[in-house]
């Protein structure tokens, strides 16, 4: 069946840019998805992409898409405590079939 | 107003009970489904329903089975439940494709 992989930790400073990699294998996917989960809560869409666009900002935000190497990247600017949370990356399939996740990414943030 | 909301938030139960999980969306959205999320938190598809078509990952148990009585509704039953049920179950709901999926707060299952 269809994959997306994450790795499952990142760590980073208080102040610093995380940037959370995700790859998918379904070349038919039509938006690519990033949702947060706070500990626990439910999932909150944090940005999407579409399959032809190859960037995206929203404040900050930035997703990276790859199509070519089915490669997508969430960068945070300016890290804060606030953002310590599981990053789930996520693909449509190209339908309205449901969404594959990945496993999550827990970002751990150091002072 | 609540978007998609789930009852109950939390269940605990013991194993062999059947119980169901509610979910009802009040935004009009044509497609509903249910996820799981396990101990790990790692989330999976169970179930997407739209105007009387359900797909069914083909992973899922046919202990569980969704309902839906009507296009707000979709509620998930699950008989003789067993210790390996205990989960997160979110609920979903969409226009169509290409649209932002909107989740339930989650019920949280413990089956003893």
């Known amino acids: 069946g269809e994959d997306v992989e994450q790795s499952l930790f990142l760590s980073v400073r208080e102040g610093d840019s995380s940037v959370i990699n995700c790859t998918y294998t379904?070349?038919?996917?039509?938006?690519l998805y990033w949702y947060k989960q706070e500990p626990g809560a439910g999932l909150q869409l944090l940005t999407y992409?579409?399959?032809?666009?190859d960037m995206k900002q929203d404040q900050r935000l930035t997703v990276l898409l790859n199509k070519k190497d089915k490669h997508l990247s969430l960068r945070i600017a300016d890290t804060q405590t606030g953002d310590s949370a599981i990053y789930f990356c996520?693909?449509?399939?190209?339908?309205?079939?449901?969404?594959?996740f990945g496993k999550g990414t827990h970002l751990i943030i150091q002072p | 107003d609540t978007a998609v909301s789930q009852t109950p938030k939390y269940l605990v139960t013991q194993m062999g009970n059947d119980k169901s999980i509610k979910c009802e969306q009040n935004l009009g959205h044509d497609t509903m489904y249910w996820y799981k999320q396990d101990s790990k938190k790692f989330l999976k598809i169970m179930f997407s329903?739209?105007?009387?078509?359900?797909?069914i990952n083909e992973t899922v148990p046919n202990r569980f089975s969704p309902k839906s009585p009507d296009k707000a509704h979709l509620n998930l039953h699950i008989n003789s439940l067993e210790l390996g049920d205990s989960a997160v179950y979110f609920c979903a709901s969409t226009p169509g494709q290409g649209y932002e999926q909107y989740f339930g707060p989650g019920t949280r299952l413990t089956v003893t």
């Open positions: 329903y739209n105007n009387k078509e359900l797909i």
């Open positions: 379904d070349s038919s996917s039509t938006y």
């Open positions: 996520a693909d449509d399939g190209g339908g309205a079939d449901g969404l594959t």
């Open positions: 992409i579409f399959s032809n666009m």
